[in-house]
């Protein structure tokens, strides 16, 4: 967060972006609520842009100090201290929490201001809808982490990119039924579509579907648990090929 204050690029990616889709969707949203949808077009549209932010967010915070560390020459001198993989993916957890709450409080707070939307209409839901939401952030994080340190730079477009191949089948702004057959199959295996598709249900039938939460909690449980053995296995064969001499 220090380097917020001379990192232009840190706000950008933090701030900018997400404040862009939620203005865009936004303006988008108001121009189809006057087709009178029977539901509350503006309440899907916002919600799903900072639902959908979380996960960005959560994936970037795991990703950035990795890459920052590289950058920087910096992962040699890192790993010969008594710092142990471990105590740095708690560690970049733990701040990346902190940043994502600084986001998400910016967010929340501009779209209530611009349109009347309040994030907190969830209930008490908001806690298991942005703990499966972070949780896949970080298994995407973890994987890429994974792939950084022993692919090296060619893989570091992933830290922005690669999220983006779930968004079709995450349903963010649209229910999964509207997904072709194949593609439904794809989004069931996706633990924010459970997420997406009981935001849009609160909004239309004010109840939830708690089946699909714990679905969605148990696949994440899973997939975050693959991705952390995948990450320490990628950072063993780091070592073993020198792959951080490379990165550094």
């Known amino acids: ?21 939620l203005v865009f969707w936004g303006l988008t949203s108001r121009y189809v609520e006057q087709y009178n949808l029977g539901f509350d077009i503006v309440a899907v549209f916002i919600g799903g842009i900072i639902f959908w932010s979380v996960i960005i967010g959560s994936q970037r915070d795991i990703n950035m100090p990795l890459l920052d560390e590289a950058w920087n020459r910096n992962l040699i001198n890192l790993f010969t201290t008594p710092i142990s993989l471990v105590e740095m ?12 709450t600084m986001t998400m409080t910016f967010l929340s707070l501009l779209a209530f201001l611009l349109y009347k939307y309040n994030i907190l209409s969830n ?22 982490d994974g792939l950084i340190l022993r692919y090296g730079y060619k893989i570091q477009a992933f830290a922005w990119a ?21 593609a439904q199959v794809i989004s069931r295996l996706v633990p924010a579509s459970y997420v997406f598709e009981n935001m849009r249900r609160i909004i239309s039938h004010e109840t939830v579907n708690f089946n699909e939460l714990v679905i969605s909690f148990l696949l994440n449980v899973l997939y975050l648990t693959l991705a952390i053995i995948f990450l320490k296995r990628m950072f063993r064969q780091a070592l073993k090929l020198g792959k951080l001499i490379k990165l550094n």
């Open 1 to 21: 967060m220090f380097a917020w204050r001379r990192d232009l690029d840190r706000l950008v990616d933090a701030f900018w972006w997400a404040t862009v889709d």
């Open 162 to 182: 690669l999220i983006f191949v779930i968004y079709p089948f995450a349903a963010v702004i649209y229910p999964v039924g509207v997904l072709p057959k194949w």
């Open 89 to 100: 993916v708690i560690a970049t957890v733990l701040l990346g929490l902190l940043k994502l």
């Open 123 to 144: 209930g008490f839901y908001i806690l298991p809808f942005f703990a499966n939401l972070i949780l896949m952030g970080w298994t995407v994080g973890f994987i890429i």
